[in-house]
Nanobody, 132 residues
Framework: QVRLVESGGGSVKAGESLTLSCKTS????????MAWFRQVPGKEREGVSSINWLGKLTFYQNSVKDRFTISRDNAADTVSLQMNNLEPEDTAMYYCAAIKNPHCLSYQHDAAHWGQSGVAYWGQGTQVTVSS
């Protein structure tokens, strides 16, 4: 059984930081590009960041570039998202996703409009709330 379990969400003030983690099990972690998406009620789920299987290539939505850093630990089957200088606009439910290819094909550019058809597995989500 494949599981993706996110943790690390919470409520913070603008300018503060959070680190999200996603622990996976039941899959061959190296076979997957890993990504983070986020969703606000009433809006489409949007891509935030992705990282290829080796951890050498990373991609970001323009609005989070220079503030967020994605990383992965293939020995621990875990992907993380370090979020600095958070803004109220970052408030959302954040989801970890395993993408069906290891190279993040179709999940590299224009993150805000990434589709969901290439996602093999989703986590249950973790809430991030940023107050001004």
């Amino acid at each position: 059984q494949v599981r993706l379990v996110e943790s690390g969400g919470g409520s913070v003030k603008a300018g503060e930081s959070l680190t999200l983690s996603c622990k996976t099990s039941g899959l061959i972690f190296d076979d997957y590009c890993m990504a983070w998406f986020r969703q606000v009620p009433g809006k489409e789920r949007e891509g935030v960041s992705s990282i290829n299987w080796l951890g050498k290539l990373t991609f970001y939505q323009n609005s989070v570039k220079d503030r967020f850093t994605i990383s992965r630990d293939n020995a621990a089957d875990t992907v993380s998202l370090q979020m600095n200088n958070l803004e109220p606009e970052d408030t959302a439910m954040y989801y970890c996703a395993a993408i069906k290819n290891p190279h993040c094909l179709s999940y590299q550019h224009d993150a805000a409009h990434w589709g969901q058809s290439g996602v093999a597995y989703w986590g249950q989500g973790t809430q991030v709330t940023v107050s001004s």
